[in-house]
């Protein structure tokens, strides 16, 4: 049996023995003429060329092969079933689909019945022999194109400009593959979405108070119905968003001002590297930091004070998530402070303006638009965190403006939804995506009003 590690390394040798060959040809039929002046290209460009006939055409087909590998590898074994088992209803079809597979990937056990077991068999050495047969073929094809791609190599062949349109393919491919991820996100959300409102109201959803998405198994059972009014997520996102930017807005900020106004090159050099690591650090670990660290520290200061702080608050949310945001905003905002001339402060000095006085009156007004357009999009992010909000808020939907209550927002709610085995023709599953929708929106209006503000206020300099 060929595996796919064997076909993609003997791939690998094929073409880097064809960029090798297809230059020495070159280089040969140079010499020939009386030097490489003679060819249309450079010798580089005649073994990518070859390279690239050889590689791209069996990579492409590995590609959707490995894609579409499960599903006709399924469709033929399915074929070879008894007309009984074919005949089967789709659900039940699938079970006995899944139990072969487990089976015959050493999941379910040697206790199957021996039909399963030979099925699992059958299956298995189906499997192993498309994929021999498969990755040979493509094996034979990479050869093909080797010998014929060298073959072509010649001095009048405009290779140069046929690696550059094949880059400009590449490139265009990679341009497509994004925005086609992106389409097919929002339409998998709107589709999901309109399957929801098909069973809640859309009016019920976006202004319903209670949120208690439990489907109960039984129609006697109390709150079969469930209850997705989705306004207690909304507020506890805004809360929590609101706590974080009151921390990271004034603190990136005032960094970004200290970094690019007063700090010597040498300070800025070990400081702003240091600054930015808070951005590099795993949301997981600052959800770890909330919960074990933060919050019994506000809770026993809270009780200090005399207030009741819950051990999972919106305020020990806000606060962690701040502080991861504050690279964020001080990072783009020393961008912007950095970007304003030298001549205008120059100018205001020459006034006889302080250096306060030159960044309160002068640089951040310059600056301002660009600012506001990375505090905007900083609230997008803090909108669309999960981890330490899960981790630190806790899972009580609720309509409050108190921080040291417990809250949830859309994201933690949507990572509760889909956890676990889910059914995804039920209101609680198909809800997760609902929310989802509306939080794309919003993080959306949020980059486009940013984006709007920078571009309408945006000072040019020369």
Wanted: net charge neutral.
């Amino acid at each position: 049996m060929m595996s796919s590690g064997t076909f993609f390394a003997s791939l690998l040798v094929l073409i880097v023995a064809a960029f090798l060959a297809g230059q020495q040809k070159a280089l040969r039929q140079g010499r020939e003429r009386g030097g490489i002046r003679h060819l249309h290209s450079l010798p580089f460009y005649y073994g990518m060329f070859a390279a690239i006939c050889t590689g791209v055409p069996a990579i492409l087909l590995a590609l959707l092969w490995l894609m579409f590998a499960d599903s006709i590898t399924t469709q033929l074994f399915v074929s070879g079933l008894p007309e009984a088992q074919r005949l089967l209803p789709a659900s039940e079809l699938e079970m006995l689909l899944n139990t072969i597979r487990n089976t015959a990937s050493g999941h379910a056990g040697d206790d199957q019945p021996a039909e399963i077991l030979l099925a699992a068999a059958t299956y298995r050495d189906l499997v192993a022999d498309s994929h021999t047969r498969v990755w040979a073929a493509l094996l034979l094809l990479a050869v093909s194109s080797f010998a014929l791609s060298v073959w072509r190599v010649s001095p009048v062949l405009p290779a140069r400009i046929r690696v550059e349109q094949a880059g400009r393919a590449f490139l265009m491919a990679s341009a497509l593959v994004a925005i086609l991820t992106t389409v097919g996100i929002v339409l998998s959300g709107v589709f999901e979405s309109v399957r929801f409102f098909n069973l809640v109201p859309v009016w019920h959803f976006l202004f319903g108070l209670e949120w208690s998405p439990q489907i109960a198994m039984r129609a006697d059972q109390a709150g079969s119905s469930g209850a997705f009014g989705a306004v207690p997520l909304f507020a506890g996102t805004l809360l929590i968003s609101f706590i974080a930017m009151l921390v990271a807005v004034p603190a990136g900020l005032m960094s970004a001002i200290y970094l690019s106004e007063y700090a010597s090159f040498t300070m800025r050099r070990a400081m702003k590297p240091l600054l930015e690591l808070l951005a590099g650090i795993p949301t997981v670990v600052y959800g770890f930091f909330a919960a074990l660290t933060v919050a019994p520290f506000v809770r026993d200061l809270g009780l200090e004070f005399g207030f009741a702080v819950s051990s999972e608050s919106a305020l020990v949310a806000g606060l962690v998530m701040g502080v991861m945001i504050i690279p964020f905003i001080s990072s783009l905002s020393d961008d912007v402070i950095n970007a304003v001339p030298q001549a205008m402060r120059d100018g205001s000095y020459a006034l006889g303006a302080t250096q306060a006085e030159t960044i309160i009156k002068v640089i951040i007004p310059a600056a301002l638009p660009g600012i506001v357009g990375g505090v905007l999009l900083a609230v997008s992010r803090a909108i669309g965190e999960t981890m330490i909000v899960v981790m630190a808020a806790g899972l009580s939907a609720k309509i409050t403006a108190n921080p040291f209550e417990s809250v949830t927002t859309v994201t933690a709610q949507i990572a509760t939804l889909l956890v676990g085995d889910q059914e995804f023709d039920s209101a609680k599953t198909l809800a997760a995506f609902a929310l989802g929708l509306v939080l794309f929106v919003v993080t959306l209006l949020f980059n486009v009003l940013a984006l709007h503000i920078v571009k309408k206020y945006r000072e040019q300099y020369e």
